[in-house]
Structures are given as structure tokens and as C-alpha cells.
């Protein structure tokens, strides 16, 4: 098992913020009035939160089943929930509409197949898929500016976003040496590699700083 936590050092950034209802009356009415961007969210500790953390290396002939439950992406009081997420190659997407306005959710990746899906207050559900491993792949709304997500798409279960708390968990793993990569949209990506004995746990701690780094000592 490889456990960890995203820490911060240097200034804020300004987060972006808009007013909606220019755009919606409707996102307006119902309490998001205005609405920040989620790029930079540091927790009460410190740490940062979204950030994705996978496993690298690769696994050989090691396979690994696909996980029959769906990962869901909603659209919710005129945001994306969640923000940051990961998923399987060949795993289910399944996107909700929340909200009883028009959202659309347009995927523009880079080694997968594009798409563009209009979500009215009638078309309450739709689904996808990604066929190969992406790191990572931005989602964004036309009708709202400020909607947007990432996801990463792994070809194994290794994998996690940081939470409420900034840590992380992968595993358990294989006896064996791994490079883990952290990425965040707004301060790029760090490394480490960590050699793991049979039945053995490591800590492992990111610092992100103001300016990109990347790697880690």
C-alpha cells in the first residue's frame, strides 16, 4: 500500500469568479448567484484538495477486472460533481442532470474519441466510455463558463483524487518499484518513485509550490 498527502507552500492565487446570472437566471434563483473556479481548493490543513494520483509504472500481464458499477458525473447546482475524478479504461461514465436547466458536457481528449452531450431538463442521464488510458481529460460546459471537470483514465485500479483532508490511497500493491505521478490543472504534475516490499506500506508526501515543479526529491 502507498499512502500519501498533497501538501501546499506559497501564495493563493486569485480564484475566478462569476456572476451567473447572466448566463442563467436559473442557476441564479436556485442559490449560486455567484460561483468561484475550482482549480486551487486548499483544505483547512493545508493540504490541497483534487489533485489525481496514479501509479505510472507499468503492470505487464497483470490484468485487472473492470469494475461493473459506473462512475458518475453529475451536473448539479450548475457545477460538475466532481471536480476531478478517475476511471477505468472501457469503465462506464454515466453523466446526470441534476439541474432543471441546460448543461452540456463536452469531453475533449487526446487519444480518445471526442464527444459533445446536450443535457436538458427532460434528457436526465447519458453514458460513455474511454478506450484507452488519458491523463487527464478536460470536460467543459458551453452554456456555462465556469462548469468544467477532469478525468484521468487508468488502466488499472490504481488511482485516487485527494480529499477534504489532501491524502490519498493506493492499493493494495504488488511487492515491486513504482513511479507515482500527481497531477493538478493549475501546478502541473510531481514524481516519486517507491520500492515496495511484500505486505509493506509507504508514506509518500507531495509538496506543491505557487510555480510548477516537476519532480519531487
Same mark, same amino acid.
Given at each position: 500500500m502507498i499512502e500519501g498527502s498533497i501538501a501546499f507552500h506559497g501564495s493563493l492565487p486569485e480564484p475566478r469568479v462569476w456572476?451567473?446570472?447572466?448566463?442563467?437566471?436559473?442557476?441564479?434563483?436556485?442559490?449560486?448567484?455567484?460561483?468561484a473556479s475550482e482549480d486551487v481548493i486548499i483544505n483547512t490543513n493545508g493540504t490541497l484538495r483534487n489533485v489525481f494520483v496514479y501509479i505510472s509504472?507499468?503492470?505487464?500481464?497483470?490484468?485487472?477486472?473492470?469494475? $461493473?458499477?459506473?462512475?458518475?458525473?453529475?451536473?448539479?447546482?450548475?457545477?460538475? #460533481? /466532481?471536480?476531478?475524478?478517475g476511471l477505468r479504461v472501457g469503465q462506464t461514465l454515466e453523466i446526470l442532470n441534476s439541474d432543471s436547466t441546460l448543461h452540456n458536457v463536452h469531453a475533449s481528449p487526446e487519444r480518445n474519441r471526442a464527444f459533445n452531450i446536450g443535457m436538458t431538463r427532460l434528457l436526465k442521464k447519458a453514458s460513455r466510455s474511454f478506450d484507452r488510458q488519458e491523463i487527464m481529460i478536460p470536460l467543459h460546459c458551453?452554456?456555462?463558463?465556469w462548469m468544467s471537470a477532469f478525468a484521468g483514465v487508468v488502466d488499472h485500479p490504481?488511482? $485516487?483524487?485527494?480529499?477534504?483532508?489532501?491524502?490519498f490511497e493506493l492499493g493494495? #500493491? /504488488?511487492p515491486g518499484e513504482y513511479e507515482v505521478l500527481a497531477w493538478h490543472e493549475r501546478f502541473g504534475i510531481l514524481k516519486h518513485r517507491v520500492k515496495l516490499q511484500a505486505s509493506e506500506n509507504r508514506q509518500v508526501e507531495f509538496i506543491f509550490q505557487t510555480q510548477p515543479n516537476?519532480?519531487?526529491p
Open positions: 456572476r451567473t446570472g447572466g448566463k442563467d437566471p436559473w442557476c441564479q434563483r436556485n442559490g449560486q448567484d455567484q460561483i509504472s507499468s503492470f505487464g500481464a497483470l490484468q485487472f477486472p473492470i469494475p $461493473a458499477a459506473p462512475v458518475i458525473l453529475d451536473q448539479r447546482g450548475c457545477r460538475y #460533481l /466532481p471536480h476531478v475524478f458551453n452554456v456555462h463558463p490504481f488511482f $485516487a483524487v485527494t480529499n477534504t483532508a489532501g491524502t493494495p #500493491l /504488488p516537476s519532480t519531487n
